[in-house]
């Protein structure tokens, strides 16, 4: 049995499987096989599970005795390594947790369970969600599905080289400042985040406490909607989560703001720009109603980011101490227990946001750094606020640059910190915001992948799926 695995969406996998043209098995099977054959070369997984089959055999007796079908029963997902799943290994691609086995699932995991989907294995990623190319993981990088030799985008890299590379239906990610959006776009996939609250973070290692959302990676709009259906809501295990929205667009008119200081940005990839004006030009031809808006703040907004980041990233990392989880190392005392661990345990990156949170966030510099920059981060949500009373959407590229080489940025970490230029701030204002595919450039004959970016008001969801499904068309 083959299935053509490469122009499978999750609707076309549905109607399949319910109607007998193949099982869940074979469709298990399909993507083993392909794992088997690409990921040696691309290394998307840090783990396929062991029990995958037997997944898919409770899939197809479902299915089989008609009860509790849905459209994800018998579908298969990757999951990034930072979302919890009870009674398997989840590392976070740290050496600290590598052997650390979760002890419930995460919210989005019990979930995605009870609709029956095939979990295929846990993807790579950097370590603990900081970076963006993958090349941070403890494990080694994962190379961009069209061009081995550069990065997939990151944190999520993983996620998308499994779904980008056939060898995943859709993907699981976790986004803080870009991590579903910039890989998305450089694998020529579909990538939301969510609005913060609306999928909960209950089983999902920390990073940023008031960035994290996780999300759906897809090959399209409808595939990804599908899952953000099914995986958000409100929860009793998250306190930050709220009501799933049900905003009705009733055939409106949608008004597109293209921010005027966005596109003055340094560094903004000519190739990127003429893209994204191609873009600007196809919704105009959709019937959209494009006009210039203002985000007078948004200038700022790497700048809050990496002074916000840091302060969140050294409190919720504190918990790694080598006592309550993962590794131990034995030191002269308990102190010396935590240092040794610590300096065992953590990558460079890591590191580097410990030290930096830590400094912004002592007493003789809190008021001028991380109040600071809280105050500006209140100023960025105002500024995003009023332009949606005005507009329904924003559109901005999602990342400066097309995907780059493997050890190109990695030894400067400013480098990569800009290329999160156009993603951290939808993270920021908590807002919506999806990555679609937008074409491709030709680069030393490899074709590389674009995306573009649209940003909605909180709870939007729904705005960014419509003008996603057109734009897709
Ligand atoms: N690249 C960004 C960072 O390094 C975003 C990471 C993320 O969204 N997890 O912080």
Redesign the pocket.
């Known amino acids: 049995m083959t299935i053509d695995t490469k122009n499978l969406t999750i609707r076309k996998a549905h109607e399949d499987l319910t109607s007998g043209k193949y099982t869940a098995v074979d469709l298990a099977s399909a993507y083993l096989e392909n794992i088997k054959k690409f990921d040696k070369d691309i290394h998307a997984y840090l783990e396929v599970y062991s029990d995958v089959i037997d997944q898919a055999k409770l899939a197809d007796e479902r299915i089989k005795e008609k009860k509790n079908i849905t459209l994800l029963t018998g579908i298969p997902f990757s999951v990034k390594d930072n979302i919890l799943v009870k009674g398997r290994i989840v590392s976070s691609a740290s050496k600290m947790l590598e052997n650390y086995h979760g002890t419930y699932d995460a919210t989005v995991i019990k979930k995605l369970k009870e609709a029956g989907a095939v979990f295929l294995g846990r993807t790579n990623m950097d370590e603990f969600?900081?970076?963006?190319s993958t090349e941070n993981s403890a494990f080694g990088p994962t190379h961009n599905p069209h061009d081995l030799e550069r990065v997939p985008g990151?944190?999520s890299g993983g996620a998308v080289a499994s779904v980008a590379g056939d060898m995943a239906l859709v993907a699981l990610g976790?986004?803080?400042?870009?991590?579903i959006r910039q890989p998305a776009s450089f694998c020529g996939l579909v990538g939301l985040k969510p609005t913060y609250g609306a999928v909960s973070r209950y089983g999902l290692m920390a990073?940023g406490s008031s960035f994290d959302q996780i999300g759906p990676i897809a090959k399209n709009i409808d595939d990804a909607q599908i899952v953000f259906d099914f995986i958000s809501g409100k929860d009793v295990m998250d306190s930050t989560t709220i009501e799933k929205p049900n905003l009705e667009l009733k055939n409106k008119k949608l008004k597109i703001g293209i921010p005027k200081e966005a596109m003055k940005v340094e560094g903004l990839n000519p190739v990127v720009l003429k893209n994204f004006n191609e873009a600007v030009e196809k919704f105009k031809k959709l019937g959209y109603e494009v006009q210039e808006v203002s985000l007078p703040n948004i200038a700022y907004s790497l700048s809050v980011y990496y002074t916000l980041?840091p302060a969140e990233v050294s409190s919720n990392m504190a918990r790694f101490d080598g006592v309550k989880y993962g590794l131990h190392k034995d030191g002269d005392n308990m102190v010396d227990d935590y240092f040794k661990t610590r300096q065992a345990g953590l990558g460079k990156e890591v590191v580097r946001r410990i030290i930096l949170g830590t400094y912004v966030l002592s007493s003789g510099y809190y008021d001028a750094y991380y109040n600071k920059a809280n105050i500006v981060r209140d100023l960025i949500r105002e500024d995003f606020r009023k332009v949606f009373a005005d507009v329904d959407l924003i559109l901005i590229p999602t990342a400066p640059n097309p995907a780059f080489k493997i050890g190109e940025k990695i030894s400067d970490p400013i480098a990569l910190y800009l290329e999160?230029i156009f993603t951290v701030p939808a993270n920021l204002a908590g807002v919506p915001a999806i990555s679609i595919p937008s074409g491709f450039t030709d680069m030393n004959g490899k074709q590389l992948p674009l995306g573009i970016q649209l940003l909605s008001a909180h709870s939007n969801e729904t705005a960014l799926f419509k003008a996603g499904s057109d734009f897709e068309k």
Request: net charge negative; charged share 15%; no cysteine.
């Open positions: 969600a900081m970076g963006g990151g944190s976790s986004d803080t400042g870009g991590s990073m980041i999160d």
